[in-house]
């Protein structure tokens, strides 16, 4: 088994929207996983950020059974059990949330920052995300595309 890697609001919102630019690659990433016995680390600000993108490019694009549909993959794919809850640690690492966005230039935002300051905490190294300003911040190792994954399965083998 692999190192655990954290799974982002940008790939969950890509792996649940069919017609997502990067749905694809995130659902092939997917297989890669599990394949690699990836433990995948899906905390709550990703999940509720995802649900938060869904519920609004559903709204804008006047897909309300979309949303439901995207609603219900989520909660099937992401038991409330399984969720890695740091929201109740959010007064804790408020200031260290707020240091890595100003570390990052405000590249970062707060959910994101929240990730970074999680990494420390949870104990992953390495987030699934098509966003690079995961880039900015030295201690997490961006996995971006199927390439990246698989390259990350072998080092951890």
Not at 9 to 18: I, K, Q, R, W, Y
């Amino acid at each position: 088994m692999t190192e655990a890697v954290c799974l982002d609001a940008n790939f969950l919102v890509a792996l649940f929207h069919d017609g997502d630019t990067w749905h694809k690659e995130a659902a092939r990433m997917q297989v890669a996983f599990a394949e690699g016995e990836v433990r995948l680390i899906t905390p709550d600000c990703a999940v509720t950020e995802a649900l938060t993108v869904s519920a609004r490019r559903c709204l804008e694009r006047r897909q309300p059974r979309l949303f439901t549909t995207v609603t219900q993959r989520v909660i099937e794919a992401i038991p409330a059990d399984t969720i890695t809850w740091v929201s109740p640690h959010l007064q804790r690492w408020y200031s260290r949330c707020v240091d890595a966005m100003r570390e990052a230039a405000g590249a970062l935002s707060f959910h994101d920052a929240l990730l970074c300051v999680a990494a420390e905490e949870v104990g992953y190294r390495a987030i699934v995300s098509f966003d690079a300003d995961f880039d900015r911040w030295g201690g997490l190792h961006r996995l971006g595309s199927l390439n990246a994954v698989k390259a990350w399965v072998r080092k951890q083998a």
